[in-house]
């Protein structure tokens, strides 16, 4: 098994290789092939790898490929942890993967960075199962750069545009102050435990406990608190949590496909995969915990309530992201962290759905994404429409789709913990399910259903996209109905995970629950007797009158609150505050530095000046080189007279 853990990460890097280095040569049909066989493989042998964990009850892989160094007693592996976490996590990422893969030969078919495209996606593959599969800090945080990388590579994908420039860095530099408090967490682990392996650092944990640390002096502080919530720092800036969330509708810059790679299978579930990893460490602070479930959750309601002013079919849709997310987070720091990657997973499926039949929407509309320009599209796009409605009815949680199993079970456990926090949170939760309703299906009903408001030119053209579009779409939706109802008892509240999730037994909320579980049928009708499906149907038959029936009240709401129209359009001023004073800030600083340190010490005192000081004591020193003997034999007679006298005076 260990040649084929090998050959899952080896498959997509090859390909990647093959067709960034290579593309002139094998050509765009060389490079889709190579790229879509490599990411192919990978998903078949996680399927394997996931048959041999779950049904043939194998038992957990964990060793070292190679030992990269040895420092100061330190070891460095490169090496694999496969045991039933990484194994979901592993078919998850793949099977995006691959459906995007093929998704991509009809939306990319134009572009002339064709090869390069499916270089990045297989690259980006690559990083993320070196992530989910490291069994070490070290290549969790390979992984953990790799896929910021090759993100950086791929919302810029289009670079002669300014804004995608903009995008690109701004996630590159939003997640490098994530990346910062992560690497400072791990620093922190390894001097507490001396080790960067996570079988030791877990068995150390309980020492881990008891040992303090001052962050500000005459404060001691839990090791350990301070660890986890630092890892969490790491885990926000990729997850997208506030006040860390602010790169991610700006990712929309890059092409639709990496769209729905980033935000379904890879980057952005990298710091919940990281989380739950980590539980045998998380379990023991309270204080960190409760952070985790309070961001989640306020995440989770407020990047909802952004989604309902939107207008850019994408950005509606990274929106209702950065929410989901939110609440698989919510879930975290309730401890329920099957719960959470449960939702993890089933939302890997419906959100990449989401954003493929956007795509195909936006090809249908000669790549305008305005959705108030769109309108009738579904006797135009039968497949792309049926599809979509599958994929928001899988997100609002609609009962029997996937979605409704796992944000209803996670909802649930975040009602039940006893935890600080927990009942905001809760709260939070329950209303983000009213508006996530409100926003999904508002995009619904004006792309697909009322009047037409696209252009005569557009609407003459309009036509299903091609084969290599829908049927990934297709294809998609079949584990958005029902992937929920054969692992929901076993993910949720069975004992899937094993040893790869610890909770303790005082937080072990899933676990009283479970008493309560008879079944997916049973389930559906007990979730009836909760608020959760009623505010979901309340938020669609909202949406439903506003923006179909009476169109007229939308803007009559908006007159009357223009505060908060525009307190929501412009993102609750986070871009305005990191612009104007931190960014500016931080360039004020710079120039200060600069004035005080470069021009004035520098090149004022230290360097310059003292250049000026050497140059003022040669052209003195020449002087006394006159080139006339009598001057020399002068200038030797008082010297020999000096040095006599100062010998007299001594005796």
């Known amino acids: 098994m260990e040649r084929m853990y090998l050959a ?85 990422v793949t099977s995006v993967s691959l459906m995007v893969h093929v998704y991509t030969i009809g939306y990319m078919h134009d572009d002339p960075g064709y090869q390069r495209f499916f270089s990045y996606i297989s690259l980006f593959t690559f990083a993320m199962l070196m992530l989910v599969m490291a069994n070490n800090f070290l290549q969790l945080f390979f992984g953990w750069e790799a896929v910021g990388l090759v993100s950086y590579l791929l919302i810029g994908f289009w670079y002669t545009r300014p804004t995608a420039i903009f995008a690109n860095m701004k996630a590159f530099l939003v997640n490098r102050v994530g990346d910062f408090g992560f690497i400072l967490g791990i620093a922190l682990i390894l001097m507490a435990t001396g080790s960067l392996d996570y079988a030791t650092v877990f068995a150390k944990a309980p020492e881990v406990t008891n040992q303090t640390i001052e962050v500000w002096s005459g404060t001691p502080w839990s090791v350990m608190t301070v660890a986890c919530i630092l890892l969490f720092v790491g885990a926000m800036g990729k997850s997208a949590q506030m006040p860390l969330h602010v790169w991610l509708p700006d990712s929309m810059e890059g092409p639709t496909p990496i769209s729905a790679l980033i935000h379904a299978a890879t980057m952005v579930t990298a710091g919940v995969f990281m989380v ?92 305008e994404q305005d959705i108030r320009k769109m309108g009738g599209l579904r006797k135009y796009l039968p497949v792309t429409w049926l599809t979509s409605l599958v994929g928001t009815l899988s997100l609002i949680g609609f009962p029997g789709f996937s979605g409704f199993f796992s944000k209803d079970a996670l909802i649930e456990a975040v009602g039940h913990a006893g935890r600080a926090g927990a009942t905001y949170a809760w709260w939070c939760l329950l209303i983000g399910v009213f508006v996530t309703a409100l926003y999904s299906f508002r995009m619904y009903f004006l792309v697909f259903h009322g009047q037409e408001r696209m252009d005569a030119e557009t609407k003459a053209h309009l036509h299903e996209s091609p084969w290599v579009v829908t049927v990934p779409l ?53 979730a009836f007797s909760a608020p959760v499906p009623y505010l979901a149907l309340a938020g669609a038959l909202t949406a439903w009158y506003v923006y179909l029936r009476n169109p007229g009240v939308a803007e009559a709401i908006r007159q009357r609150v223009q505060w908060l129209y525009a307190l929501l359009m412009n993102k609750y001023y986070f ?77």
């Not at 698989?328 to 993890?344: D, I, N, P, Q």
């Not at 610890?502 to 579980?517: K, P, R, S």
């Not at 006339?628 to 002068?634: G, P, V």
């Open 474 to 526: 297709v294809l998609l939706a079949i584990p958005s109905v029902i992937i929920g109802w054969p692992t929901i008892q076993p993910v949720v509240f069975g004992d899937y995970f094993g040893s790869a999730i610890v909770v303790q037994e005082a937080n072990d909320v899933l676990g009283e629950l479970a008493g309560e579980f008879h079944g997916p049928w049973a389930y559906i009708l007990h």
């Open 276 to 367: 739950a990893r980590m539980s045998p460490l998380f379990e023991y602070s309270e204080t960190a915990l409760s952070v985790v479930l309070v961001i989640g959750a306020t995440t989770a309601l407020f990047t909802g309530f952004l989604g309902v002013v939107q207008n850019d079919i994408k950005r509606v849709v990274a929106y209702s992201t950065l929410s989901q997310l939110g609440y698989m987070t919510a879930a975290l720091g309730a401890s329920a962290y099957a719960a959470g990657v449960f939702h993890l997973m089933t939302h890997a499926f419906f959100k990449a759905l989401l954003f493929l039949a956007a795509g195909s929407v936006i090809i249908a509309m000669h790549h």
């Open 575 to 651: 871009d305005d505050f990191n612009q104007k004073v931190l960014a500016r800030g931080s360039v004020g600083i710079g120039n200060v530095f600069w004035r005080v340190g470069d021009v004035l010490i520098i090149d004022g005192g230290l360097v310059n000046g003292s250049a000026r000081v050497v140059s003022w004591a040669s052209q003195v020193t020449r002087q006394l080189q006159s080139g006339y003997l009598y001057h020399y034999a002068f200038a030797m007679v008082i010297g020999l007279a000096v040095l006599v006298g100062w010998l007299l005076m001594g005796a």
């Open 8 to 92: 899952i990460v080896l498959c997509p890097l090859i390909a990647a290789l093959v067709a960034g280095l290579f593309g002139r040569q094998i050509g765009r049909s060389g490079a889709h092939t190579i790229t879509i066989l490599g990411v192919g493989a990978s998903f078949m042998m996680s399927l394997l790898v996931l048959k041999d964990q779950w049904l043939d009850g194998a038992a957990a892989f964990n060793g070292a490929v190679y030992t990269w160094a040895v420092v100061d007693g330190i070891t460095m592996d490169v090496g694999f942890l496969v045991d039933r976490l990484t194994a979901l996590m592993m078919v998850v």
